[in-house]
């Protein structure tokens, strides 16, 4: 039945019934629209229709079973006896014809997987007699049709007997129905049959002597029926699990009765897979003697036609890939006896075959479902497939060389056996087109040109344009076999991308360049080649070796130098190289499997900014051997020293004719360095003076020859102007002279007074050693004004012959302390100068002053002096200490600019008065600075830049050091009448932003009197109401100045400035000599607040005890629990029990009134205690701060005392049973009712402990709150902000917790003992606590005491400490001056 669409129907005719009713029959059939249950899924299916074949009086009944396919056409499904016996016939006969029925009904009913039917037939007189006649009353006889049915019908619900009679209409719909039923029913029967059989063989598979051919044959039977039915759904699925059980036994090596692989026939190679019928395939399964390449064929031959039919493609070609991969790999296996050619070319056939199929499908519906592209694309790869066997078949043929295989790169390989050259292969082919085209090249070629094509075209209409090229490429490559390079090229060319290449496009760009060499086009060979190179991770190793070598060749045959962007070679780190004087060691990655020798190699270094200007620095290397790895090449030059932080831009790297520009663009290297000065190169320093600065060239080992030119420019690289310059261009300098080596040349330049006073200034200088042409860029620090301001004044004596007096003013202008060593008039040194050593440094503003008697009053004076900064003392002592350690952590090549980085850190932070009044300097750790000057180095400098900070922040500095300087001035000198001024103030002691009386005393020498202006002016100070006064003055006068200090620390007295008002109207300015009093003090007290200021604490305190109180409250309860039984969890559980959640809410009220008595009045205290024992340059040690503490905590525990014992006692009156507890309403009824019940003293019982309590809290939390503030300031990792706050807040929580938890628990115990309290005072409550419980029970509750104490603390302090900012922020004019 297998090949057919129809089920059987036997009819068993022996009274000449079927010519009767065969008409009416046949045109009833095939049945439709069947409702089944036999399927896998035992659901029910819809038959539209059922085909049936009739079989008259073909076949006999017996009871054997079922025939297998392959040894009967087919069986029966349905067994139908037509019967008719007539009423007017002899007994016998009836009895005799009902025999026979009944025997027939006996034997079908045997007949397993199929079903019977007998239909009985009225004989036409009967009909009609019956028809005609009416009627009659209590007929009881019965008919021939009813003793058929007793006969044979034994089960009510099976109807096998039915009636027909053919002129009626009805009859005929009841005899279908009964034939649809039946039919059914044999379907189901015939199924469950077949289910039993192929259970068993599968049960016994792993037995002796289980034939898979056999179960073969039962599946296939299953199949036919699920095909007659038009299931092809159903019998797919039998023939996968007949191949998923095929492929397991044949994994398993159990198939033994395949008795060969089979192929290698004739007309074996020339494949026709849905032709079943070329070899007799069941025949030989049924016998045992199909081989596995027939079988193979025969199974995916039957899957294939049933996916066509249900219009399944995709997954037809799916499974056609599958099985020509899986059988061609089989047949390939050792043992098989078949040659590369048949194999070759059985793929080939089959893969032509299986695209004719597809091309011959009907795809109008799988077009619109988007099927069309995905079988073009199976087509394509086929049609691939197929020009892989041309490759092979060729090569066996001598069509194409045994390398092409090799050389022809697809992306599917072929594994073809080893050829020698002398071998002569001719296959045995069959297929004739194969046949042809393996008989001359031309004809081959034909054929290979045209399976390319097609599949390059069915590739585009798949979208798949890369698979596309590479056939195309293909195509090229039989060009290059056949030596045809343009036509190879004319190909080539447009697939090759002109940007990036891809795992594809390498092996056409081999190509290409093989052609392009062959055809001298070098230059195209040489881009070809390297972009391979920089793809190489697409080819193999051999490959790569050799596009290497064609590399080095090339870039030696360009006919002319060319620049080439490539990614050949990649820069890696770039670090400075203190072993190449002033350059960088560059880490360059290449592609090239093989060493390459670069004639030079440049880096391009740039500075500066951007938008306005660059620095460009070109560091270069002769003979460098770039290896195929990581070379590390050291860059550097001799013409340029530039120190400062540089950028590397680009690489150049010249091999050859060729110059490979590397772009430094990798995000995970370091691109940046910082270089320092050529230790060759000169060496300028500036040495200001007034109304001219002073150059000092001092040249290194390498002499400079004459003629270097030094330019100066501001911080915006503008030319400095100096109009008095020659030629008014700028600042410009020229040394005339050679500089010999290791010696020095001095210039000067004048200055008009434009110049800032001080500033970063470039200098840029251009200068040759031994002709050879020389650039120095470098920033220093100028300062263009001199730090001194000298005066020369004149004072005429009273008397005619008594002598002049010579006054000599120098005043500090610089912000940076100065100290007088010497100073001289006229080359004489004056009486008071060795008196200047001894007065310390001169602030800003401050002024010292040499008087001198003179007999003669000359018009000028020569005044020369020698002096000293603060800034130079510590900059001589700084550059000694970083020059030793520098050379003791190998740091030799940065140490002029860890100095500046120093300098620069020193100028910024110091505070001045500080270090003049500790003799050490005072300013921002050096710590934090390593980071900074260690940026963009390699990790060994870096951690040796770490310890040398870390040696330097430990050094000691000495501001008395000698580090002098000179200055020579000619002063005019003008005649004056003197005026003595003493300034002093009432008091020694103020206070900043608080006014302070200054009083002004003035003497005028003479018998006249004069009208002077007198002026107080002040850099540190305000002066509140009129700054200047005028007043005649005849001998002494008085005045009052009101004025405001705004720093800290000790401050100059301001300056007196008198004019004389003249007769011509105008005022005249007079000499004033201050006195040498020393300065006053002024001390600020920047961390204290106003009292008013601690009200915002209370209210701070109170916000966080809202938090915190439940906590609170469970350390009560905890401490007032005695044993071991109260816990935590139990305190907790019984509080929710008893009292639900608001229940850790008691005694909220008292907590309020608490926090606004206690931290108002401890806060309060200890702020002004801290204004009052601080010392008077505003410091306050650690002893103090303590005492400050501990003496607020006793203020606030005083004035918590009777809050805190109402808290208690409403915290724990929850535990208490209903009779005792006091039900306080709130806070204030519970003072009252104390009050009223136990007396006023009895709102301070327990007083003790909680003072004692309160000043070890208050003094642990404050002081310990602003001892780790300020420890954590020390460090490099804090500053003012809230980090800073929250740690110092969260430690102190921590200590206070810790040190008041024993004094909490006896206070708790005191207060809620009442007036039948066990303990008389704090250590005897301490004692027997400990005594009863345990030393462990001082610190019951100290997690939940800690919990409240700790976020209670942070919020309290973090509130301080923002409303402090915001108050001095809003209401002060606050100066930082201390830098500690």
């Not at 009964?178 to 039993?196: C, H």
């Not at 881009?527 to 870039?555: I, K």
């Not at 970083?882 to 050379?887: D, I, Q």
């Not at 008595?1157 to 801290?1170: G, I, Q, V």
Request: charged share 20%; net charge neutral; glycine share 6%.
């Amino acid at each position: 039945m297998l090949g057919t669409d129809k089920l059987k129907f036997s009819i068993t005719d022996e009274f000449g019934l079927w010519p009767r009713i065969e008409k009416e029959f046949t045109s009833r059939l095939p049945l439709r629209n069947l409702i089944w249950k036999g399927g896998i899924t035992q659901t029910a299916q819809f038959v539209s229709q059922l085909a049936v074949e009739i079989a008259v009086n073909q076949e006999s009944i017996s009871g054997e079973e079922i025939v297998l396919p392959g040894q009967q056409q087919s069986h029966a499904l349905l067994h139908i006896c037509l019967v008719t016996i007539g009423e007017h016939e002899s007994d016998t006969h009836k009895a005799e014809a009902r025999g026979r029925v009944k025997a027939w009904a006996l034997k079908a009913a045997q007949h397993k997987g199929a079903s019977w039917l007998v239909v009985f037939v009225p004989s036409t007189n009967e009909t009609t007699q019956r028809a005609s006649a009416g009627p009659k009353f209590l007929n009881m006889r019965a008919t021939i049709y009813d003793r058929l049915r007793s006969d044979i019908q034994s089960r009510k619900d099976a109807n096998h007997v039915v009636q027909l009679r053919p002129e009626a209409i009805d009859s005929w719909n009841s005899l279908f129905l009964a034939v649809r039923e039946r039919a059914v029913q044999g379907l189901e029967d015939r199924v469950m049959t077949l289910g039993e059989e192929i259970r068993r063989l599968d049960a016994n598979r792993m037995l002796p002597g289980w034939n898979y051919c056999r179960f073969f044959m039962v599946k296939e039977t299953l199949v036919s029926l699920y095909r007659a039915l038009g299931l092809n759904d159903e019998a797919l699925a039998q023939y996968d699990e007949l191949e998923a059980a095929f492929f397991q036994l044949l994994d398993a090596r159990q198939l033994a009765w395949f008795s060969k692989f089979g192929g290698g026939a004739d007309g074996d190679d020339f494949t026709d897979i849905l032709n079943l019928s070329k070899k007799p395939y069941r025949r030989q399964i049924a016998d045992n003697t199909i081989s596995m390449f027939d079988f193979r064929l025969y199974l995916f031959g039957q899957q294939s036609r049933l996916l066509i039919e249900m219009r399944q493609f995709e997954e037809f070609v799916v499974r056609a890939q599958r099985f020509v991969a899986t059988l061609s790999l089989a047949m390939r296996e050792p043992g098989t006896g078949l040659s590369a050619a048949f194999v070759a070319a059985w793929s080939y056939s089959t893969c032509q075959n299986i695209v004719e199929i597809c091309e011959g499908v009907q795809l109008a519906q799988a077009d619109r479902s988007g099927a069309g592209r995905v079988l073009a694309a199976a087509k394509a790869e086929f049609l691939t497939s197929a020009r892989q066997q041309l490759d092979l078949l060729g090569t066996l043929a001598r069509r194409l060389p045994p390398t092409y295989l090799r050389r022809s790169n697809t992306h599917t390989r072929v594994t073809t056996p080893e050829l020698s050259d002398d071998a002569n292969i001719e296959p045995n082919v069959t297929n004739p087109v194969l046949a042809e085209a393996l008989g001359s090249d031309e004809r081959f070629d034909q054929v290979y040109v045209r399976t390319c094509e097609q599949a390059t075209q069915y590739y585009l209409e798949s979208g798949r344009r890369r698979f596309a090229q590479v056939l195309q490429g293909d195509i090229a490559q039989l060009h290059i076999c056949r030596r045809r390079w343009s036509d190879a090229v004319r190909i080539l060319r447009p697939l090759v991308p002109a940007d990036s290449l891809h795992v594809m496009d390498v092996h056409l760009a081999e190509r290409l360049a093989v052609c392009e060499r062959e055809l001298g086009h070098k230059d195209a060979c040489l881009d070809l080649v390297l972009r391979l190179v920089e793809n190489s991770q697409f080819l193999d190793a051999q490959s790569c070796t050799q596009h290497a070598a064609m590399l080095e060749e090339l870039v030696n045959e360009v006919p002319a130098a060319r620049q080439i962007q490539s990614k050949l070679f990649r820069a890696g780190d770039v670090a400075a190289d203190d072993e190449a004087g002033f350059g960088v060691a560059v880490d360059i990655r290449s592609k090239v499997p093989r060493t390459l020798r670069a004639k030079r190699i440049e880096a391009l270094l740039v500075a500066g900014n951007r938008d306005v200007q660059q620095l460009e620095v070109t560091m270069d290397a002769d003979d460098v051997e770039l290896s195929s790895d990581l070379t590390r090449v050291r860059l550097g030059t001799d013409v340029v020293s530039c120190p400062g932080r540089f950028e590397v831009q680009s690489l150049r790297i010249f091999i050859g004719h060729i110059e490979f520009i590397v772009p430094v663009s990798n995000p995970n290297a370091r691109r940046f360095v910082r270089l320092n000065a050529h230790p060759a190169s000169p060496r300028i320093t500036f040495y200001p003076e007034p109304k001219r600065l002073r150059v000092k060239v001092a040249a290194s080992n390498a002499p400079i020859d004459a003629g270097m030119r030094i330019w100066l420019h501001d911080a915006n690289s503008h030319l400095l102007q100096n109009r008095s310059g020659d030629d008014g261009t700028g600042m410009t300098l020229t040394v005339a002279d050679a500089v010999a080596a290791d010696s020095h040349a001095m210039l000067e330049v004048a200055l008009d007074g434009t110049q800032p006073a001080s500033g970063e200034v470039s200098v840029y200088a251009e200068y040759s050693v031994d002709g050879e042409l020389r650039m120095l860029l470098d920033t220093e620090l100028v300062e263009f004004v001199p730090p001194l301001r000298l005066s020369a004044h004149i004072e005429q004596g009273q008397q005619p012959d008594s002598a002049s007096i010579l006054q000599v003013r120098a005043q500090c202008c610089a912000l940076d302390p100065v100290r007088l060593h010497t100073l001289c008039t006229d080359g004489k040194a004056d009486a008071d100068s060795a008196q200047l050593s001894g007065r310390g440094f001169l602030l800003f503003a401050e002024t010292a002053t040499v008087v001198q008697a003179i007999d003669t009053v000359p018009s000028s004076v020569d005044v020369h002096v020698e002096f000293s900064s603060l800034l130079d003392v510590l900059q001589a002592q700084i550059n000694d200490y970083v020059c030793s350690l520098a050379a003791e952590h190998k740091l030799s090549r940065h140490t002029r600019y860890l100095q500046r980085l120093i300098m620069a850190h020193v100028r910024q932070t110091i505070d001045a008065p500080a270090t003049l009044r500790e003799s050490r300097l005072v300013c921002e750790p050096f710590a934090p600075l390593w980071s900074l000057a260690s940026q963009d180095c390699s990790q060994e400098v870096r951690a040796a830049m770490r310890r040398l900070f870390h040696k330097l922040s430990g050094q000691s500095l000495d501001t008395n050091r000698s580090c002098q300087r000179s200055l020579d001035m000619t002063l005019e000198l003008a005649l004056v009448t003197p005026a003595y001024v003493t300034v002093s103030l009432d008091s020694r002691f103020c206070r900043a932003f608080e006014a302070a009386s200054l009083r002004v005393r003035l003497q005028l020498d003479g018998t006249s009197g004069k009208r002077l202006s007198v002026m107080v002016v002040s850099s540190e100070c305000m002066v509140a109401g009129a700054a200047a006064q005028e007043v005649s003055v005849r001998g002494s006068v008085e005045l009052h100045f009101s004025i405001v200090p705004l720093a800290t620390g000790y401050l100059p007295l301001p300056e007196v400035i008198c004019h004389e008002y003249t007769d011509d109207l105008c005022w005249t300015r007079l000499h004033t000599m201050l006195c040498d009093s020393p300065s006053s003090l002024c001390v600020l007290q920047n961390d204290s607040l106003p009292v008013i200021c601690s009200v915002p604490v209370g209210f701070a305190a109170c916000a966080a005890n809202f938090f915190t109180h439940p906590l609170d409250l469970l350390k009560v309860r905890l401490q007032t629990t005695k044993g071991a039984n109260g816990g935590l969890t139990t305190v907790v559980r019984s509080i929710i029990s008893q009292q639900g959640v608001l229940g850790f809410y008691n005694g909220i009220s008292a907590a309020v009134l608490r926090q606004m008595t206690y931290s108002m009045a401890r806060f309060a205290t200890y702020e002004e205690l801290k204004k009052e024992m601080s010392s008077p340059d505003g410091s306050l040690p650690f002893y103090r701060m303590a005492v400050a503490g501990i003496t607020a905590g006793a203020v606030g525990g005083i004035c918590g005392t009777p809050a805190d014992i109402v808290l208690v006692r409403l915290q724990n009156d929850g535990s208490l049973p209903a009779a005792q507890r006091r039900n306080y309403k709130n806070a204030f009824d519970g003072l009252f009712r104390i009050a009223r019940a136990e007396g006023p003293l009895g709102l301070f019982k327990g007083a003790v402990p909680n003072v004692s309590r309160a000043m070890l809290m208050t003094g642990a939390q404050l002081c310990s709150y602003d001892g780790f503030k300020q420890l954590l300031l020390s460090t490099p990792y804090f500053s003012e902000g809230l980090l800073l706050h929250f740690s110092a807040s969260f430690l102190s929580g921590f200590v206070s917790t810790t040190i008041t938890s024993p004094f909490d628990v006896v206070k708790t115990r005191v207060m809620n003992a009442g007036s039948n309290s066990p303990y008389r005072n704090l250590f005897q409550a301490m004692v027997l606590i400990t005594k009863e419980e345990g030393i462990r029970a001082l610190y019951k509750g100290w997690t939940p005491s800690f919990v409240r104490m700790a976020p209670q603390t942070i919020l309290t302090f973090i509130f301080l400490e923002q409303f402090r900012n915001f108050y001095w922020n809003r209401y002060s004019i606050r100066k930082q001056v201390r830098f500690e």
